[in-house]
């Protein structure tokens, strides 16, 4: 059975998911192939991927599409993209109705053989907090660790997360616009021609 399989079957949080204000059952967001070019690895699914079973299928989504300069198609081509989150399964909220942050389970159960799995890429973007601590090991905040970008470059290239919840850093840091999304695009039209 292939590693997809197996995780697309994944139970591990079932308990932990069902004690969230939002008592989902785990339904993993498996979204990778070999041989991708560009590598997206983000934090969990919210709850409309959750629901559709597609990454990033939210306006987090649809402002990241804008930012690679990518249109929904070549995004969700499985044998030039890959997506791999921190977890695969959408967390859940708390009390408040924030996102809870991926479970640490789901990262040590199957980053490795996924990873492992995609392979070697071109570009590997690393995208959130929480995927920044782990890919790039770094204990720096977003600001800092996506102003470093060059450090990475052009193999991998740290991003905020594109949710609406971070407009307001993004008007903040307007070098973001400038600098680093027409590296960033003009680098994703290179490895994806």
């Not at 059952?25 to 597609?54: D, E, Y």
């Amino acid at each position: 059975m292939t590693v997809q399989n197996r995780l697309s079957n994944c139970t591990l949080c079932a308990e932990r998911f069902a004690a969230t204000a939002t008592r989902h059952r785990p339904n993993p967001v498996v979204w990778f192939r070999p041989g991708a070019k560009l590598l997206i690895c983000s934090q969990a699914p919210g709850m409309r991927a959750h629901k559709s079973r597609t990454p990033f299928d939210d306006p987090s989504g649809d402002r990241l599409r804008d930012w690679l300069g990518l249109n929904r198609s070549a995004f969700y081509d499985q044998s030039r993209v890959a997506i791999v989150p921190m977890g695969f399964c959408f967390p859940g909220y708390d009390g408040a109705g924030s996102d809870l942050p991926p479970p640490a389970i789901c990262r040590q159960t199957w980053h490795v053989e996924v990873l492992e799995s995609v392979g070697k890429v071109p570009l590997k973007l690393v995208v959130g907090g929480y995927a920044h601590k782990y890919h790039l090991s770094t204990k720096a905040g977003v600001t800092e660790t996506v102003q470093a970008w060059r450090d990475h470059w052009p193999s991998v290239l740290p991003l905020p997360h594109p949710s609406w919840r971070n407009t307001a850093w993004i008007k903040k840091n307007p070098w973001f616009e400038a600098e680093v999304l027409p590296a960033l695009r003009a680098r994703v039209q290179e490895v994806m021609a």
